[in-house]
């Protein structure tokens, strides 16, 4: 009798596993990140954004999101699918700083594989762990992932498993897979994000992945080059609702549309800028390095500029103790730079220290409202007028300029929350959650408040 009793007990928790799993199979979460979309814009209310609106007052939203630091592309869409800051999963830059030896400034190299980018435990990985499927439309720092079933590229191989799918549907052709290549052939944002979404698209219709990864760009092109909050800045964010409209109705042509959340998300706000700053003259004024027009050759001191802040590198080791605080004190004199931080100091920043992480400076700039970093090096003017550049990010999180998007729908999301600020830390949590996953590490909490039954 014991053994017949243990034995049901066993095949309960098979059943009530095995439904678990079912559930979760039956489950599926489309993560999109609309690119440089600040909340201040969200907020305006002649902001022409129908889907998006739709989605937000059938689900939950927040008037504010706190980004990571530093405040660009593929370090917070990193933050956005780990949980955890920047100190942890390792991403500074929008690509893999990588040291080209003493003497020598460093370089960044874009595109690198995944795993020699990203150190902490990604949802897609965890999915992938628990037999769910995973999948991507022009997601970042996810380069030859193993744990990503279907994927769709910022830059597409050609032969490619999504790319034959859809060439032998008739939904793309070979010539559109080349125009969007890296080259003289490379059409416009507006035609890139057309691309992706169709990908998003046939993705989600074909193979139904428990979590889709979805990227837009056109955005922060056009904010960076006319601005925020502009007729053209209201213009592309309208384009990007039409996206998201496309794919919303794919998912419901597909009859998964009750089994599905929608969670939309930025990776930044953006802020207007009218002066350009450049480090390296300030440095090749001081004789701490050289080059021939706007390029560095040899130095041993180099910033790495990301806009709104700067990476100062001291590139001769042997200099290092001796150049620190000469370098604090130039560039807290220097027009424009509103502060200077030690690298040493990375932790208060959710940044790890140079110890930690090779990609790490050994000064933070950050630079007053208005003005924005670049790596050139031509001249000797320090500070010059921003021309055919409007905007930018990287400035400090604690801008509320920088603060994003997050809006949540569909299955599992209750209606009608709105949420006065939030952390992108808690997306992947909250994410993790509905899909009845653990993050192993985790930084952000789940937003509970937002979930039905929680």
């Known amino acids: 009798m014991k053994i017949r009793v243990l034995l049901a007990g066993i095949l309960a928790v098979c059943l009530v596993n095995s439904c678990s799993k079912s559930s979760n199979k039956d489950h599926h979460v489309i993560l999109i990140s609309i690119d440089g979309f600040p909340a201040w814009m969200w907020n305006d209310p002649t902001l022409q954004v129908p889907n998006l609106r739709k989605l937000a007052a059938e689900g939950a939203s927040t008037k504010a999101m706190t980004v990571s630091n530093p405040s660009i592309t593929w370090i917070n869409h990193t933050t956005l699918v780990t949980g955890v800051e920047p100190r942890k999963h390792g991403v500074l830059f929008n690509g893999l700083l990588v040291r080209q030896g003493d003497g020598k400034p460093p370089k960044i190299e874009q595109w690198a594989e995944k795993s020699r980018m990203v150190f902490a435990p990604t949802l897609y990985d965890i999915a992938h762990e628990n037999g769910l499927t995973t999948a991507e439309s022009d997601w970042v720092a996810v380069t030859k992932a193993k744990t990503i079933d279907w994927s769709f590229a910022e830059l597409p191989e050609p032969e490619g498993a999504v790319v034959k799918e859809m ?34 698209i046939h993705i989600f219709k074909t193979h139904q992945p428990n979590l889709l990864l979805f990227h ?10 006319y601005g925020p909050g502009t007729m053209a800045s209201h213009t592309a964010l309208a384009y990007a609702d039409r996206l998201v409209g496309d ?32 480090p390296n003259v300030v440095l090749k004024k001081a004789g701490l ?21 700067a990476f100062v590198y ?3 080791p042997a200099r290092k103790a001796e150049l620190l605080p000469k370098l604090k004190e130039m560039f807290a004199q220097t027009e424009g730079v509103d502060r200077v931080i030690d690298g040493k100091d990375g932790h208060t920043l959710g940044m790890p220290v140079p110890e930690e992480n090779p990609g790490m400076g050994d000064l933070v700039l950050y630079p007053k409202a208005g003005h924005v970093f670049k790596n050139d090096a031509g001249g000797d003017v320090v500070v010059t007028p921003s021309l055919n550049y409007a905007g930018t990010h990287g400035y400090f999180n604690g801008d509320p300029e920088l603060d994003g998007i997050f ?23 909250t994410i993790a959650r509905l899909m009845d996953l653990k993050l192993p590490q985790q930084d952000g909490r789940a937003l509970d408040e937002i979930l039905l039954g929680k």
């Not at 794919?250 to 800028?273: C, M, N, P, Y």
């Not at 021939?292 to 806009?307: E, F, V, W």
Request: glycine residues 8%.
């Open 247 to 278: 794919l919303i109705k794919a998912v419901d042509e597909s009859g998964l549309r009750d089994k599905t959340t929608f969670i939309i998300a930025t990776d930044h706000g953006f802020k207007k800028v009218s002066k350009i700053i450049l």
């Open 314 to 316: 001291v590139t001769n």
């Open 216 to 225: 837009t760009l056109n955005t922060d092109a056009v904010h960076h080059y």
């Open 167 to 200: 060439i032998a549907a008739g939904t793309v052709t070979p010539e559109q897979i080349e125009w969007m290549q890296i080259g003289p052939k490379r059409k416009s944002v507006t035609f890139l994000d057309s691309m992706w979404t169709k990908a998003a």
């Open 289 to 309: 390095a050289q080059g021939l027009g706007p390029s560095i050759n040899t130095c041993d001191a180099y910033a790495m500029t990301q806009g709104g802040m």
């Open 407 to 429: 809006i949540a729908s569909g299955r599992g999301i209750k209606k009608g929350v709105v949420l006065d600020r939030m952390a992108n830390l808690d997306v992947a949590p």
